[in-house]
């Protein structure tokens, strides 16, 4: 992971992704990129 990601845990299929910012913001916008699952925003990341 380099300095400019955080990680992303999907609530629900558990998958760890690491992404960037703008990752992020497309990640709350459209769901987890491997399951679909609506995430929100006050779900943590590292």
């Known amino acids: 992971m380099t300095p400019h990601e955080r990680e992303f845990t999907c609530p629900d299929c558990g998958r760890e992704i690491p992404v960037t910012e ?9 769901g987890c990129p491997v399951c679909g699952a609506a995430v929100e925003s006050s779900q943590p990341t590292a």
């Open 22 to 30: 703008a990752m992020l913001e497309a990640t709350l916008r459209h």
